[in-house]
């Protein structure tokens, strides 16, 4: 299995901040990279997939870049309704690894 | 509007059997493969194991190849996940979710179903 690595596990940010989570995996992914956000007791939902395509109706203050092994998830400016734990996660090849998690939490 | 609507939270004893579902409504049942992804108590998220419901094709993590069965009834547009004898580590949420086109990537998901499995 691929395994996939996110920095840090948990981020203590205030609203208005502009946030990086990273990813690693631990080989060559050609960008098949997503990224999910789960709020507590609610099911996760896709943000942005094959690295840097905003999932519809995301906002746009989230984007993401990367590639090869690399890859981040950006938030411009942070919301009140974006603390919420993110996941990354690999569609290159079975199965669909996801990362540890990142818990975003307010400072 | 797509939705997947999955079955109420289920309590077992080990060593029952289970199948939960997840409904689809809204696209076109038969050309998205819908799969399965656990959340143990606090834990992260695994992918377990996806179905294409027009011919049946089958993929399993190996982590979960033998240890459950996935199907599908699309004349109904309703996937199963399913246990011949559960363990108190079964314990957990479980989402169903449609795959984008043909990559793993997960574009809508279910509500949850919480299984308890109680030693």
């Known amino acids: 299995d691929i395994q996939m690595t996110q920095s840090p596990s948990s981020l203590s940010a205030s609203v208005g901040d502009r946030v990086t989570i990273t990813c690693r995996a631990s080989q060559i992914l050609s960008g098949y990279l997503n990224w999910y956000q789960q709020k507590p007791g609610k099911a996760p939902n896709l943000l942005i997939y094959?690295?840097?395509t905003l999932h519809s109706g995301v906002p746009s203050r989230f984007s993401g870049s990367g590639s090869g092994t690399d890859f981040t998830l950006t938030i411009s400016s942070l919301q009140p309704e974006d603390f919420a734990t993110y996941y990354c996660?690999?569609?290159?090849?079975?199965?669909?690894?996801f990362g540890q998690g990142t818990k975003l939490e307010i400072k | 509007e797509v939705q997947l609507v999955q079955s109420g939270a289920e309590v077992k004893k080990s060593g029952e059997s289970l199948k939960i579902s997840c409904k689809g409504s809204g696209y076109s049942f038969i050309n998205y493969w819908i799969g399965w992804v656990r959340q143990m108590p606090g834990k992260g998220l695994e992918w377990m194991g996806t179905?294409?419901?027009?011919?049946?094709?089958?993929r399993y993590s190996p982590s979960f190849q033998g240890q459950v069965t996935i199907s599908a009834d699309k004349s109904i547009g309703t996937a199963y996940l399913q246990w011949s004898s559960l363990k108190a580590s079964d314990t957990a949420m479980y989402y169903c979710v449609r795959h984008k086109d043909t990559a793993m990537v997960l574009d809508y998901w279910g509500q949850g179903t919480l299984v308890t499995a109680s030693s």
């Open positions: 179905i294409h419901p027009g011919d049946s094709d089958t």
């Open positions: 094959a690295a840097s």
């Open positions: 996660q690999q569609s290159y090849t079975i199965p669909g690894t």
